[in-house]
C-alpha cells in the first residue's frame, strides 16, 4: 500500500513528461504514444499485481494500433492528464469490434476509481454504451492525473486502434461509421438480392455461386465492424466466436465455386473444375468440423490464411489465357484478384505492426471486397450477355429452319406447309358471315418464257409475279407459291360470294400488263380457281382440292380466267 501511495505522489511528474493530456480544444487525443504494453502468459494477473509492475510495462514494438496476433493476454498502460479546463466529459473508444473481451480500469492515487467490462462476448445489454465499438465514459475530473489499464484478450489480430474522444466527436464520428456500413451492406445485399433474382429467372448455377461468395463475403464485414452483434446476434455468443471463421469459409467455398464455373464450366472433365469442386467440398468439411469445435479459432485462421487464395491462385493461368484472346471475363478476374491481394497484403501488414492503424488500413479488407463483388458481377453481366446471345443465335436458328420449312427459299412467300398452317388457323375462325376464299392460280405462258431467256429470266419473273399479287391483296391476306408456277392467295372477313369474285376479277386484271425484267419485257397471264369456306368446303384439305380443281377447269377451257369450284366441278388431280 505504502509503494501504491509513493506512485500516487510520484506519478504527477511522470505523467508531466509522458501523459496524454486531455483538453477540450482538441476532441480526439492520439494515445499510442503514451501507451505501454505488458503481456500476462499466466493469465492470472489482477489490476492490483498490475498496478505493482507498472515498471514492467514497455512501449510497443511496430506502428501505432496493434499488437498482432497474440495468444495470451496483454495489459496496457495509458497515463492521462486531464486539464483543469476541460469538462470531464470523455469517452475511451476502441474500434474493432470483434475483441472479445477488455477489461478497462480507470487508477487515481494508485486506487481503482472505476471498472468496465468491454468485448464483443459480454452481453449486449451490460455494454456501458449500446454502441458497435467498444466504449465507455471515463469518470475523470478536470485537473486530475489517471492510470487507464486495460487488460485484453481475443482469439484473433490484436488490433488496438484506441482513442479519447469527447462525446460529441464520439458521436459524430459513430454515425459516420454506422452510415459507411449502412452504405456498404445495403449495396452488398442489392447485389445478393439481385443475384438470387437471376438465378430464379435464368437457372443459371453461376448466380447461386456468387449469392454464396457474397454472403460469406457480407456477413465476415457484418462481424468485423460490429454490426453482427449489434442487430443480427446480439447476446449469442457462440455465433459471435464462430462468425469470422464460418464466414470466410462461405466466402472460400463459394470462391471455388464461380471461379471453376467461370473458366470451366463448359468443360466437366476439367481438372481445373473437379479440384476447385474439391476445395469447396473441403471448405463445408472445415466449417463443420469448426462449428463443432474440433479446430480451434487460430488453427482455422492459419487455415483459411491460405486456402483464402487458392482459388485465385488457381484460376489465374486461366484468367490470363482468356484477358490474351480478349475475353473481358478473364481481365475482370484478374483485376478482382489485384485487388484481393493488395487489400490482404494490406490487414497482414497491420497485423504484423508493418502499418499503422487509420481508416484506410482498418477498412482496406471491405473496401476490397465490396470492389471484388462489384467486379465478380461484372462477369455475372457478361454471362448473361452471352447467354442472351446464345438465346437470340438459337432463335435466328430456329427461325431459320422454321422458314426453311415453311418458306419458299426464291420468293420468300410459304410454301404449301406454311399456307396449311395459315389456313387451318383462318378456317377456325371462318363463319357464313365472315367467308374465307382461297385462290389457285396457274401463270399462263410461263414456260415459253422459261424456254427462250433462261431460268435466271424466269426466276425473275416469278418474283415480279409475287410482288405484283401482293400489292393486290390486303395486308391480312397471305400469298403462298405451291411450286413452279403455281401461286395461292387467301383472303378472309369476305361478307358474301360477290367480294370473292370482285378479287379474283382485280388480280385476274392486274396480269394484263406486262412485266419489265431489265431489257427483258414479257407477257404472262393467270388462270384463277377458287372455292369458298364454310359454304364450299370446311377443311383445308378440301377447299384446296375444290380451287384447284377449278384452276385446272380454268386451263382447259381457254386459259386467263376466274372460275369457281362449288362442288359441281369434276375433280382435277392437285
Not at 68 to 78: A, I, K
Not at 383 to 412: F, W, Y
Not at 536 to 552: E, I, Q, T
Amino acid at each position: 500500500m505504502t509503494a501504491l501511495l509513493v506512485l500516487g505522489m510520484a506519478a504527477p511528474q511522470v505523467w508531466a513528461q509522458s501523459a496524454t493530456l486531455l483538453t477540450d480544444e482538441a476532441p480526439v487525443a492520439a494515445v499510442w504514444p503514451s501507451l505501454t504494453v505488458m503481456p500476462d502468459p499466466s493469465r492470472e494477473l489482477t489490476v492490483h499485481d498490475v498496478l505493482g509492475r507498472l515498471a514492467a510495462f514497455e512501449p510497443p514494438s511496430g506502428n501505432s494500433g496493434t499488437l498482432g496476433v497474440r495468444t495470451e493476454p496483454v495489459w496496457l498502460r495509458l497515463p492521462v492528464a486531464v486539464s483543469p479546463a476541460s469538462d470531464g466529459d470523455w469517452v475511451l473508444d476502441i474500434d474493432y469490434p470483434v475483441l472479445n473481451r477488455v477489461d478497462v480500469y480507470l487508477v487515481a492515487g494508485g486506487e481503482v476509481v472505476q471498472q468496465v467490462r468491454l468485448g464483443s462476448l459480454q452481453p449486449f445489454a451490460e455494454r456501458p454504451m449500446r454502441s458497435r465499438s467498444h466504449a465507455a465514459t471515463l469518470a475523470v475530473k478536470p485537473g486530475g492525473h489517471y492510470e487507464v489499464l486495460l487488460r485484453v484478450e481475443t482469439r484473433g489480430a490484436m488490433v488496438l486502434p484506441i482513442r479519447l474522444m469527447k462525446p460529441a466527436e464520439w458521436n459524430s464520428t459513430a454515425l459516420n461509421e454506422q452510415l459507411l456500413q449502412g452504405i456498404l451492406t445495403g449495396l452488398a445485399l442489392c447485389l445478393l438480392i439481385y443475384s438470387l433474382a437471376q438465378w430464379v429467372n435464368l437457372r443459371e448455377v453461376l448466380f447461386v455461386q456468387y449469392a454464396l461468395l457474397t454472403t460469406g463475403s457480407l456477413l465476415f464485414s457484418v462481424h468485423l465492424f460490429g454490426l453482427g452483434t449489434q442487430y443480427l446476434w446480439r447476446d449469442l455468443p457462440w455465433v459471435e466466436a464462430h462468425a469470422a471463421g464460418l464466414s470466410a469459409l462461405m466466402a472460400t467455398c463459394g470462391s471455388f465455386l464461380f471461379i471453376s464455373q467461370t473458366l470451366a464450366g463448359d468443360q466437366p472433365r476439367s481438372l481445373l473444375l473437379k479440384s476447385m469442386r474439391g476445395g469447396a467440398m473441403l471448405c463445408a468439411l472445415l466449417a463443420l468440423v469448426y462449428a463443432l469445435d474440433v479446430l480451434s479459432t487460430p488453427a482455422i485462421a492459419a487455415i483459411i490464411s491460405i486456402m483464402g487464395l487458392v482459388p485465385a491462385l488457381m484460376g489465374i493461368p486461366g484468367a490470363v489465357q482468356r484477358t490474351l484472346r480478349g475475353d473481358a471475363v478473364g481481365s475482370s478476374l484478374l483485376l478482382a484478384w489485384l485487388v484481393y491481394f493488395v487489400a490482404t497484403a494490406i490487414v497482414i501488414g497491420v497485423i504484423r505492426g508493418w502499418l499503422p492503424v487509420n481508416f484506410w488500413t482498418l477498412h482496406s479488407f471491405q473496401f476490397g471486397a465490396t470492389l471484388d463483388m462489384l467486379l465478380f458481377m461484372r462477369v455475372l453481366g457478361l454471362r448473361t450477355k452471352a447467354l442472351r446471345i446464345q438465346a437470340v443465335s438459337a432463335n435466328r436458328e430456329r427461325d431459320a429452319m422454321r422458314s426453311l420449312a415453311h418458306t419458299d427459299p426464291l420468293t420468300g412467300l410459304p410454301n404449301r406447309r406454311g399456307l396449311n398452317m395459315a389456313l387451318n388457323t383462318a378456317l377456325s375462325q371462318c363463319t357464313p358471315q365472315r367467308m374465307l376464299a382461297l385462290y389457285v392460280m396457274d401463270l399462263d405462258g410461263f414456260k415459253p418464257v422459261n424456254d427462250q431467256h433462261g431460268h435466271d429470266v424466269g426466276d425473275e419473273l416469278l418474283v415480279a409475279v409475287t410482288r405484283r399479287l401482293q400489292r393486290h391483296v390486303r395486308q391480312s391476306d397471305v400469298v403462298a407459291r405451291l411450286g413452279g408456277d403455281e401461286f395461292v392467295v387467301m383472303t378472309g372477313e369476305l361478307g358474301n360470294e360477290h367480294q370473292a369474285h370482285e378479287l379474283g376479277q382485280k388480280l385476274l386484271e392486274a396480269f394484263r400488263l406486262p412485266f419489265s425484267l431489265g431489257s427483258v419485257q414479257v407477257e404472262v397471264g393467270l388462270t384463277i380457281g377458287y372455292a369458298l369456306a364454310p359454304a364450299d368446303s370446311h377443311d383445308a384439305v378440301g377447299l384446296l382440292k375444290l380451287a384447284d380443281a377449278a384452276m385446272y377447269s380454268g386451263k382447259q377451257g381457254g386459259k386467263f380466267c376466274l372460275r369457281r369450284n362449288t362442288g359441281d366441278l369434276p375433280p382435277a388431280s392437285v
